[in-house]
């Protein structure tokens, strides 16, 4: 199954994204539908969650279909040497759609290759996070009025942040200004740099930027992926280098908000979170409102 599967956000282009926009602001109008009544969706998460995952669930609850699934690989046959595919083509079987989380990278596009349903990516290794892009276009949508000519700032762990390289791509059909602050080793991948010039689209990379903070539209930051690390050392050298405290925050523009993925470590500290700019908790929420459109849209009911 192929063509409706959620895998990459370009899956969906510029109308894709801007449809599941309008269905999710319907969803927050209107957001106890029981569109799913008879179906099952799978859950499979093969890696740690709690927005995702549990919004999902939400999501679905609301909806009034049902969920099959585990929350830990441990407790499915996998550790008694089941292959994915294995696991999927069964799993198949079982469900109407199945939403799944994987360590490695390329794991939701070989799944959706050989499932009889559609698969949604809630995350594949260091790779993609479409359905976290959704809702992070909706938040900005909806704090900034518009997706056009903003300018993004991307702070944190740009390298093994999956939630920032569905992004980059996402907005660049906006035309943004891209900054990108990082550590040396965490910098935003080439490729998606080359992505950002065969668009056309402006960005400027930084190792500092309490000096440009004036500057943001959005500040989008990330806490730096330890599960993603084979020496902790370098892990060591590259936390909490970047922390937001509510002191910076003097001289911004009014309509500057903070948006983080989720879960937080260090890199923003609590005094933020009274702040008018801070927008992550209501974030995690537009989760479940963007998720409802995305399995109502991905299983042809709107
Ligand atoms: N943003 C996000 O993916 O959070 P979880 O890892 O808790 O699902």
């Given at each position: 199954m192929k063509?409706?599967?959620?895998?990459?956000?370009?899956d969906?282009?510029k109308?894709?994204?801007?449809k599941?926009?309008?269905?999710?602001?319907y969803?927050?109008?209107?957001?106890?539908q029981?569109i799913?009544?008879?179906?099952?969706?799978a859950?499979?998460?093969?890696?740690?969650?709690?927005?995702?995952?549990?919004?999902?669930?939400?999501?679905i609850?609301?909806l009034?279909?049902?969920?099959i699934g585990?929350s830990d690989?441990?407790s499915?046959?996998?550790?008694?040497?089941?292959?994915?595919?294995?696991?999927?083509?069964?799993?198949?079987k079982?469900?109407?759609?199945?939403?799944?989380?994987?360590?490695?990278?390329?794991s939701?596009?070989?799944a959706?290759?050989?499932?009889?349903?559609p698969?949604?990516?809630?995350?594949d290794?260091?790779?993609?996070?479409?359905?976290q892009t959704l809702?992070?276009?909706?938040?900005i949508y909806?704090?900034?009025?518009t997706l056009?000519n903003l300018?993004i700032f991307?702070?944190g762990?740009?390298?093994y942040g999956?939630?920032?390289h569905?992004?980059?791509m996402?907005?660049?059909?906006?035309?943004?200004?891209?900054?990108?602050?990082?550590?040396?080793?965490l910098k935003?991948?080439?490729?998606?740099?080359?992505?950002?010039?065969?668009?056309?689209?402006?960005?400027y990379e930084?190792?500092e930027?309490?000096?440009?903070?004036s500057r943001?539209d959005?500040i989008?930051?990330?806490?730096v992926?330890i599960?993603r690390?084979?020496?902790?050392?370098?892990?060591e050298?590259?936390?909490?280098?970047?922390?937001l405290k509510?002191?910076?925050?003097v001289?911004?523009?009014?309509?500057?908000?903070?948006?983080?993925?989720?879960?937080?470590?260090n890199?923003i500290?609590e005094?933020?979170?009274d702040?008018k700019e801070?927008?992550?908790?209501?974030q995690?929420?537009?989760?479940?409102?963007?998720?409802?459109?995305?399995i109502?849209?991905?299983?042809?009911l709107v």
């Open positions: 063509n409706k599967s959620l895998v990459s956000i370009e969906y282009g109308e894709g994204m801007l599941i926009l309008e269905l999710a602001d969803f927050e109008k209107n957001p106890n029981k799913l009544d008879g179906k099952v969706i859950s499979l998460f093969f890696e740690p969650s709690t927005r995702t995952r549990l919004s999902f669930e939400s999501a609850n609301k009034g279909g049902r969920i585990f690989a441990n499915s046959s996998v550790t008694k040497g089941e292959s994915l595919k294995d696991t999927i083509i069964t799993v198949s079982y469900s109407d759609l199945i939403v799944m989380r994987h360590p490695l990278e390329g939701a596009k070989f959706s290759e050989i499932s009889d349903v698969i949604i990516n809630a995350g290794g260091a790779n993609q996070h479409p359905t809702l992070d276009l909706y938040s909806k704090t900034q009025g056009e300018n991307m702070v762990d740009l390298k999956r939630t920032v569905s992004l980059i996402a907005l660049s059909h906006f035309n943004p200004t891209f900054n990108f602050i990082s550590h040396e080793k935003v991948p080439t490729e998606y740099k080359l992505y950002l010039d065969e668009q056309g689209i402006k960005y930084h190792s930027f309490t000096d440009i903070i943001a959005i989008y930051i990330t806490r992926q599960e690390f084979s020496d902790p050392l370098e892990y050298k590259t936390k909490n280098i970047y922390v509510k002191e910076m925050l001289g911004t523009k009014e309509n500057l908000k903070i948006l983080h993925p989720l879960p937080r470590v890199e500290s005094d933020v979170d702040t801070a927008y992550y908790f209501t995690a929420l537009n989760g479940v409102y963007t998720r409802q459109a995305i109502a849209a991905t299983l042809g």
